[in-house]
């Protein structure tokens, strides 16, 4: 009989057998899709032999939904909140197809072997049972059973009727879902959600007057919010609180000035002024010029008392949009999600983020903003909020990269952490880049990509269940063999 000892060495050997196994299905899946991936395959790129393979995953499609399963946690978790929550079931459904349709355009690749080990098993073994089934890739990654829970919640809360099979219904959307959300690239995550919304409704409504009109509210102000410049521009002329206010400032010529104050203020080096603000008639030529209309100086004052209120609000504006930059943080998740090698991605997206902000406008403006938060409240409000944004958009980026690789947090750090402390470790390293001379910039990039490593390797569990400071006291403690 076995030691305690032994077991536990044969279950880690197990465990990282596994792991490798998965990280080379994930590479494979995602490089040459479903069907030109066999477990035979996996087995030689995992270095192991393909019986072996089969020993921990019996099918081809438990090995598909085991790569999977760790993406649909948050929906998951999601779910359950709504469920305990007793959510409104409308909005709980709309909030999961928008969640979904994101998860499908950024693991496309991957996505799509789910999508086409989903139809294979459909078409050999007819429409998905409602009793569970872990051999059954449809219930393995629970895409249309979290659904069908949602379902048959508005059933209960009298939203939607009672009919046809609940489990059928969710299957047939959630298909339906995904299809459009890999092949409609144009489309937002937003409107597919809300489109199939409305089909689901259009069948399964108790009555006439649910619609997704009061849904589309929740996540619909979400993405509001990530664009209401009523929230950042506090020295704007109208302080009434009707709505005009909130729709000056997120007029378009009112950010086309702003653009243009962006592009032509300047750095000096006055020990009087921080920077070089353009004449009014300089920004109305700049807006011009980029089509964004034709500014004149009743319109500009409509909007700014004054140059200095301009100024101010310009640098909240230079602060948020060096924080926001969602272009920037949806192509990085890309990387990050696509990566055949994990490291490697996340050495890409850091030094794409680098470049990002480098090549930002707004990044010397924002310093200077930084600089004089503490003079003008507003500023300081500004630079937390756009923070707090920035900070919501990668949590779950980086939840799901933990997740993918079958990772955890040590004890005491938090995914919030992580995300603060990779997002100080690059702004700090680019303001390094911005204050000093060109030739440095590639030595930072570099250096960029091995801080981001080492905050990875000291901030994820390697097993030994140790907090940061427990780990540094084990290696200064341990004894040395000298």
């Known amino acids: 009989m076995r030691s305690k000892a032994a077991r536990s060495a044969g279950d880690v050997k197990r465990e990282r057998t596994r792991a490798v196994l998965l990280s080379a299905a994930r590479a494979l899946f995602t490089e040459r899709g479903w069907y030109r991936t066999r477990i035979e395959d996996v087995a030689t790129t995992a270095g192991v032999s393909a019986a072996t393979a089969y020993n921990h995953f019996k099918s081809k499609q438990i090995l598909m939904g085991s790569v999977y399963r760790p993406l649909v946690g948050r929906l998951s978790k999601s779910v359950e909140l709504a469920l305990v929550g007793k959510s409104d079931p409308v909005d709980a459904i709309l909030r999961h197809f928008h969640d979904l349709a994101a998860l499908a355009r950024r693991r496309q690749r991957l996505t799509e072997s789910l999508v086409a080990a989903m139809n294979e098993q459909t078409i050999r073994h007819g429409r998905v049972s409602a009793e569970p089934n872990e051999a059954d890739i449809r219930h393995l990654v629970p895409l249309y059973t979290m659904l069908a829970r949602l379902m048959e919640h508005g059933q209960r809360c009298g939203v939607l009727r009672s009919g046809p099979s609940v489990i059928a219904g969710a299957a047939f959307c959630t298909d339906a879902l995904l299809?459009?959300?890999?092949?409609?690239?144009?489309?937002?995550?937003h409107d597919t959600a809300l489109n199939?919304?409305?089909q689901l409704l259009s069948t399964w409504a108790a009555n006439s007057d649910i619609s997704s009109d009061r849904a589309s509210i929740t996540v619909a102000s979400d993405r509001k919010s990530e664009g209401d410049l009523s929230l950042v521009l506090h020295r704007l002329m109208r302080q009434d609180g009707d709505g005009s206010r909130r729709a000056l400032a997120n007029d378009s010529l009112t950010r086309a000035y702003l653009e243009a104050g962006l592009q032509l203020s300047t750095i000096t080096d006055s020990p009087d002024t921080y920077f070089g603000l353009p004449s009014e008639n300089e920004i109305f030529k700049e807006v011009e010029r980029a089509g964004q209309g034709s500014g004149d100086e009743k319109e500009f004052h409509e909007r700014w008392s004054s140059r200095d209120d301009f100024a101010l609000d310009l640098l909240a504006y230079a602060l948020w949009v060096r924080h926001w930059?969602?272009?920037?943080?949806?192509?990085?998740?890309?990387l990050i999600s696509n990566a055949v090698d994990p490291v490697r991605g996340a050495q890409e997206v850091s030094s794409q983020e680098l470049a990002s902000i480098l090549e930002n406008p707004a990044m010397g403006l924002s310093l200077i903003a930084t600089a004089m938060a503490d003079r003008f409240p507003e500023l300081r409000t500004t630079t937390?909020?756009?923070?707090?944004?920035?900070?919501?958009?990668?949590?779950?980026?980086?939840?799901?990269?933990?997740?993918?690789?079958?990772?955890?947090?040590?004890?005491?750090v938090t995914i919030e952490d992580l995300a603060d402390i990779l997002s100080v470790t690059v702004e700090g390293v680019a303001f390094r880049a911005l204050s000093g001379p060109a030739e440095d910039h590639e030595r930072l990039r570099l250096t960029l990509r091995k801080a981001v490593l080492a905050v990875l390797v000291s901030t994820v569990n390697s097993g030994d269940d140790l907090s940061l400071d427990e780990q540094l006291r084990r290696l200064i403690l341990a004894p040395r063999n000298i």
Do not use: C, F
């Not at 969602?326 to 890309?334: C, E, G, I, K, T």
């Not at 944004?389 to 939840?399: G, H, L, N």
């Not at 997740?403 to 040590?410: E, G």
């Open 384 to 412: 937390g909020s756009a923070r707090t944004a920035v900070r919501q958009k990668w949590i779950p980026i980086y939840e799901e990269m933990l997740a993918v690789n079958d990772l955890r947090l040590r004890p005491g």
């Open 179 to 189: 299809h459009q959300a890999l092949n409609l690239h144009e489309e937002s995550a």
């Open 325 to 334: 930059r969602p272009d920037s943080v949806m192509r990085s998740a890309d």
């Open 196 to 198: 199939m919304l409305d």
